[in-house]
């Protein structure tokens, strides 16, 4: 009833009343969903693993960027949103369209910030230096032309007035163009961030069916690539478009889905600590990988154990610092907690390392000499 009074005051029909809700509550719906797995992902950043990193601070921003969207989205509902030009009052027209300008750039900054939360991810939780060099690019990339966009959008016409009212004398950008340009570039940031970590996760050295899932879980970001499409289809047809409210219903719910499901998938590889708590039994603590030369399991070292450079010996100091951390109980966990939800690491042969030397602590020098560096990679989890 409360909803049917909205649409009467705001002169409405029953099919544009249904089209501004359904909306609504996808928007909701999403955000909701987004929230929860943000707060998931803080705690076990937070409490499980006890290291909260940029990449997670950039999602918190994200979302809070995200929940700023919806509550335009409410304004723009309130303001009749999904109905006739011809069914609102001038009056409301201009107010929905001044909370539409103020929307886009929340919009793209909410997005910015979880594609730069993906590549800070990256960067953390993967140790070779070429995949570094191209989250460092990425990263790069991101932050400029996420500040063009956005500044862009809130600069689309000067004075910002022409944006809601022609009469205002100025200029403006080609408004769809802009809309259509910014949403492709959207799309292929995202499926370059899906393909930068894939070479490294096939290659991992885990029995085949954590390597799947592994790879399944990093590609669900492939849900982001679909909705930017759908939400790019709804542009389109918002360009093709004399009546700016009607069709911007659908092209409003589509970015609210696009920037919270960016925000979920960005969240989900961080949780396996989380998880691994709840179900130990069907997800194990320790992290397993087999050596090139080795036929039997050997624990995974750290990450910054590895040596990012083409070399044949790792150096003494670094092996040295590794065994005083294995000595202290804080150092040990420190190691762990420093790999995040998952990281990857160059392994170490069988013929210079094993278990029992590790368990062991022996002497660090003759640990030295042995070492040598491997070809494969590991998967390593946090314990708790």
Request: overall charge positive; hydrophobic content about 45%.
């Amino acid at each position: 009833m409360e909803t049917s009074n909205w649409a009467m005051q705001n002169g409405l029909s029953e099919e544009s009343e249904d089209k501004a809700k359904d909306a609504l509550i996808l928007s909701i719906t999403f955000t909701s969903l987004a929230v929860f797995f943000v707060s998931a992902r803080l705690y076990t950043r937070g409490f499980l693993v006890k290291k909260i990193g940029s990449d997670d601070w950039t999602c918190l921003v994200s979302l809070i960027l995200s929940l700023g969207f919806m509550g335009l989205f409410i304004g723009e509902w309130k303001s009749g949103l999904g109905g006739n030009r011809s069914e609102i009052t001038f009056e409301t027209f201009k107010q929905q369209v001044i909370l539409l300008w103020a929307s886009i750039p929340i919009y793209n900054a909410s997005l910015f910030c979880t594609k730069a939360s993906i590549a800070l991810q990256y960067h953390r939780i993967f140790p070779g230096s070429r995949i570094r060099i191209a989250c460092s690019g990425a990263l790069f990339f991101l932050i400029i032309y996420g500040l063009w966009v956005v500044v862009g959008s809130f600069l689309t016409c000067v004075p910002v007035r022409r944006w809601w009212d022609d009469m205002v004398e100025g200029s403006c950008l080609n408004r769809d163009a802009f809309w259509l340009s910014t949403a492709i570039v959207h799309i292929v940031t995202d499926v370059v961030l899906l393909a930068m970590p894939m070479p490294i996760l096939i290659r991992l050295n885990i029995p085949k069916r954590k390597r799947i899932a592994l790879v399944l879980v990093f590609a669900l970001g492939g849900f982001v690539c679909i909705t930017s499409g759908l939400r790019l289809e709804s542009l389109r047809q918002l360009a093709r478009s004399d009546d700016l409210v009607e069709h911007n219903a659908a092209a409003a719910s589509w970015s609210a889905v696009e920037c919270n499901v960016a925000i979920i998938c960005c969240s989900l590889p961080t949780l396996r600590p989380l998880v691994t708590r709840i179900f130990p039994l069907i997800f194990p603590t320790t992290g397993y990988g087999y050596g090139r030369n080795s036929k039997r399991k050997i624990p995974c070292l750290p990450r910054w154990f590895a040596s990012h450079e083409p070399q044949e010996r790792i150096d003494q100091e670094h092996a040295m610092e590794f065994l005083q951390k294995l000595s202290s109980d804080e150092g040990g966990k420190h190691s762990h907690r420093d790999m995040g939800g998952v990281a990857a690491t160059e392994s170490i042969s069988q013929e210079t390392i094993s278990a029992s030397d590790i368990e062991a602590d022996r002497p660090a020098e003759p640990f030295v000499r042995s070492i040598h560096r491997g070809k494969s990679w590991f998967l390593a989890y946090p314990s708790m």
